[in-house]
């Protein structure tokens, strides 16, 4: 093959043809060529060498035929000829003997072109204003890369009537993008996005007005941006810099999110930083937010459709609702998809609504897309009313306002200025596939331990040496993953615990000063932790005997710690140092759940379906779905507990196990609290999980109407216990005479009747009858129907 000669021929022409070039005259002759060969081409320089002009491979194998700015390390390139279409390696660009200047492909295929041919171009030019030049023997500029603007504009180049920059697609991808700048024949200078993927304009969303007069847009060489009318006087400015173009490089660039901003770069490298700035000494960007500016009828504004733009120091950055996420993560102005099957209109469509839930966002709202708007009502009845309605994608809640609109929302946006809060309809996440997320891999790492565990202990020779250093590997790599880890502390293998010293737990409580609470037989302390960048911790003591066994103990922690749900108290770490046995765990802002439900503003009947509906999946898991079964032993309002978003995560679970007091199930030996307490405590019957599930039936009735189970009694002929008193209304179908006050439940008995059914259906005297937890979270969740419950018995009243 002669390829290999060829090429190195080629080379040396292209070479030689730049190097003379580059020591004799900056004017570049006709018959000169560049040919696309890696990203340090050769190129044509300026003058001054601050511009070139060049190929740039801007993605793999492919070439941009551009100009940039060649001092700075980053080249910033500020014009190119084919940013709609890249060239491959082997591409050439020539200044042909008819004064034209074209741009091939490797194969020959004329890809750009200067239309300059016969126009008595006698030489090309790299000036140092940036501008490249094709000119006559009078050094007439008969070409020029000023006229034809890609995305910038530098100091002394104009724009004409019509004259329109297009922003890029993406940062790093520079083909023509979705907004433009533009002089327009009736004189304004607008900002608007384009009907992508075509290059007209929508509506604008930024202008500077001069009705009729408008006639050049200038940026003089003292970095001064303005309107002039025909005469040359000025109309408006738009920006201006003080500082010297001696000591500054300029630009102005409509970026590929739509801002237009006018940039300065020290030159001096010795005191520069090496970036772009903005000149604070102006205004230097327009709009000043450009995600309250665009509110288009058409096209999903800013960020794409479903996406939120917030403005940030940076400039706007675009978000995704929750349930909701990028398109392309490369490329986030596409807009949010739904990450769940939106609901269908059809047959079944009911059934379906139960499905679906609401999430909530504060000082939100997408503009536009309305199909539905209701005075007067609450925002509870808002909610209901978007997930009974399949047409319902979010719903704009604003002073008794409710605003439905349907998919795909338009001009998303955040800022403190809105006052209304959106809720967005998203579909629930099924509680069996992997629930809080990382659950999963959680157990499958530890499966795998195990496994290589009892191999090791059967092995060969060969495998006992190598096993261990797989097992190393296996764990070590999980642990980097990790990075919460301290390094300094031995942790038990296959999770990420904690040990603490008992000073260090002593010194994070200050000395155990501020008592969270007190049960039986452990207090909690509030603690702050110092490795923790201060992050609050709870700190719960155990009151242990001495002489527990060390090796149960950690085998306990160990089951607790590789619990990993999002409706759990993650547990961080322990101590267990002498007689000490501690446990660590996340602090939760919001108390529990006796706090809010008894306390003086209860959540709504739709925060209080949902905290049943979060307790129920907590539990799920830690019956079916954790590595290892817990069987809690103690649910009450008091062990749920309320994070800063009022998610309810239950806590202590696991705590019974761990206080093996008495083993005994005598009257002294029953771990749990009176009244959530299963009847099979008091029969010696084989303790299950559904112990679990009678006292989260008893909680789901005070969740449901706000009422402690036991009451003190206030009028003689109230009932005081919620159980009998439910069933009975139930029986009789008075439930709403269990309310409080005038509760918004109120106005959903079919709801509150089903919850209560299953609540009853957990409190059922035989274990047998009461439903495992999955059914439970199916019946909860609407996915399963529910039958009309026998009577619980009377035991209840008759163990007080
Ligand atoms: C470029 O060519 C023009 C016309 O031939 C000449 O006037 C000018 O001096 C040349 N410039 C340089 C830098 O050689
Ligand atoms: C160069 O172009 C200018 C402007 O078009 C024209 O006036 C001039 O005669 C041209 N000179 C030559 C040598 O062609
Ligand atoms: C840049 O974006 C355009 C428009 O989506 C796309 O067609 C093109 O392939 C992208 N170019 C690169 C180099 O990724
Ligand atoms: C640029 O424009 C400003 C404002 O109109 C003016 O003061 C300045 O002299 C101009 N500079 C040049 C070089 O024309
Ligand atoms: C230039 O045009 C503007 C508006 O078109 C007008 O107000 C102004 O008087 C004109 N100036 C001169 C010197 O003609
Ligand atoms: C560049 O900056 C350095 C440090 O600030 C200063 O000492 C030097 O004089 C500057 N050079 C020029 C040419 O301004
Ligand atoms: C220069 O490039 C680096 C690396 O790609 C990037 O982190 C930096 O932000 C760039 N600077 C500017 C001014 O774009
Ligand atoms: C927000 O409200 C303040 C006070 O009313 C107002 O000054 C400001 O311009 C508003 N901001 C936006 C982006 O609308
Ligand atoms: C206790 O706290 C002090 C101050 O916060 C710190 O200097 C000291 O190292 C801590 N001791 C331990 C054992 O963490
Ligand atoms: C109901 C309640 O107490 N909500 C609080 C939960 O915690 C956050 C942040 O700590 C507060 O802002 C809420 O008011």
Not at 301 to 329: M, V
Request: aromatic share 10%.
């Amino acid at each position: 093959m002669a390829c290999p000669l060829i090429n190195l021929l080629f080379f040396l022409l292209t070479f030689l043809t730049f190097s003379t070039l580059a020591q004799t005259s900056k004017n570049i002759s006709l018959g000169s060529s560049l040919t696309a060969v890696k990203d340090d081409n050769p190129s044509w320089p300026s003058p001054s060498g601050e511009f070139a002009f060049g190929f740039r491979e801007v993605a793999k194998n492919g070439f941009l035929l551009a100009i940039w700015f060649d001092e700075i390390p980053n080249k910033t390139i500020v014009w190119s000829a084919n940013r709609d279409n890249l060239v491959p390696r082997g591409s050439k660009v020539e200044l042909t003997v008819d004064g034209e200047f074209i741009l091939n492909d490797a194969t020959g295929k004329r890809i750009w072109y200067t239309q300059s041919a016969g126009s008595g171009v006698a030489y090309a030019s790299m000036l140092d204003t940036g501008n490249f030049v094709l000119a006559n023997r009078s050094s007439s500029n008969v070409w020029e890369s000023f006229s034809y603007p890609t995305d910038t504009i530098l100091p002394s180049q104009t724009l004409n009537q019509n004259g329109i920059l297009y922003a890029r697609y993406t940062a790093k991808n520079y083909s023509t993008g979705r907004f433009l700048l533009s002089l327009q024949l009736d004189g304004n200078l607008v900002l608007a996005t384009t009907n992508f993927p075509q290059d007209t304009p929508n509506e604008a969303y930024w202008s500077v007005q001069n009705p009729n007069t408008g006639f050049r847009f200038i940026f003089n060489e003292s970095g001064f941006m303005y309107v002039t009318s025909k005469n040359g006087s000025l109309l408006s400015t738009i920006s201006s810099s003080m500082l010297s173009m001696k000591d500054f490089y300029q630009r102005a660039t409509l970026e590929y999110n739509g801002v237009f901003r006018h940039y300065v770069y020290l030159k001096n490298t010795s005191s520069s930083s090496g970036r772009w700035h903005m000149d604070w000494s102006t205004s230097s960007y327009e709009p000043p937010n450009i995600c309250m500016s665009i509110l288009e009828s058409r096209g999903g504004g800013a960020c794409g459709f479903n996406g939120l733009c917030k403005l940030e120091d940076q400039g706007p950055t675009c978000q995704c609702p929750n349930g909701y996420s990028f398109i392309d993560p490369n490329d986030e102005l596409r807009g949010c998809k739904p990450d769940f099957v939106p609901q269908s209109c059809g047959e079944g469509s009911r059934e379906e609504a139960d499905l679906f839930d609401i999430q909530e966002l504060q000082n939100a709202d997408y503009y536009g897309g309305d199909y539905a708007d209701f005075r007067e009502v609450s925002e509870d009845w808002c909610r209901q009313n978007c997930l009974d309605d399949c047409f319902c994608g979010v719903a704009l809640f604003r002073t008794g306002q409710c605003v439905k609109k349907r998919l795909p929302f338009p001009n998303g946006r955040i800022h403190p200025n809105l006052t209304g809060k959106l809720l967005i309809k998203v579909g629930k996440r099924n509680p069996t596939v992997n629930p809080g997320g990382g659950a999963n891999t959680e157990k499958k790492d530890h499966k795998t331990l195990i496994i290589f565990g009892s191999i090791i202990l059967s092995g060969s020779g060969i495998l006992n040496f190598l096993l261990p250093l797989i097992t190393y590997l296996v764990v070590s790599r999980s642990y980097s993953r990790k990075a919460k880890v301290s390094q300094n502390h031995p942790v038990i293998s296959g999770m990420n615990l904690k040990h603490f010293t008992y000073e260090e737990l002593k010194n994070a409580t200050n000395q155990f000063k501020e008592e969270l609470g007190r049960g039986a037989s452990a207090i909690v302390f509030k603690g702050v932790l110092a490795s923790g960048n201060g992050k609050s911790v709870a700190v719960k003591s155990l009151d242990t005997r001495v002489g527990e066994n060390d090796l149960e103990f950690k085998a306990e922690v160990s089951a607790i710690g590789r619990t990993n749900h999002r409706n759990l108290v993650q547990l961080l770490g322990f101590c267990y140092e002498g007689e000490h046995r501690i446990l660590v765990y996340e602090f939760m802002s919001n108390g529990s759940l006796a706090g809010v439900l008894f306390g003086e503003s209860m959540p709504n009947w739709y925060q209080r379906r949902q905290i049943a509906l979060e307790i129920a999946r907590g539990l799920l898991y830690l019956h079916e779905e954790s590595s290892s079964q817990i069987i809690h032993c103690d649910i009450k309002p008091q062990n749920i507990l309320l994070d800063d978003s009022l998610t309810a995560r239950i806590s202590d679970f696991g705590l019974a196990k761990l206080l093996r007091i008495d083993q005994t199930l005598t009257m002294t030996g029953i771990r749990g609290t009176k009244g959530y307490v299963a009847p099979e405590w008091f029969k010696r019957l084989p303790i299950t999980a559904k112990v679990d599930i009678y006292s989260y039936g008893i909680l789901l009735l005070e969740i449901i109407f706000c009422r402690k189970h036991f009451e003190a009694a206030a009028e003689d002929e109230g009932p005081m216990i919620l159980a009998d008193w439910a069933y009975d209304c139930y029986k009789q179908n008075k439930l709403h005479q269990l309310f409080k006050n005038n509760d918004e439940a109120m106005h959903d008995m079919k709801m509150v009747e089903k919850y209560v059914m299953i609540a009853i259906w957990c409190i059922q005297e035989d274990p047998l009858l009461r439903p495992n937890m999955k059914k439970v979270t199916l019946m909860l969740e609407g996915t399963v129907e529910v039958s009309a419950p026998p009577d619980p018995s009377s035991f209840i009243s008759s163990i007080l």
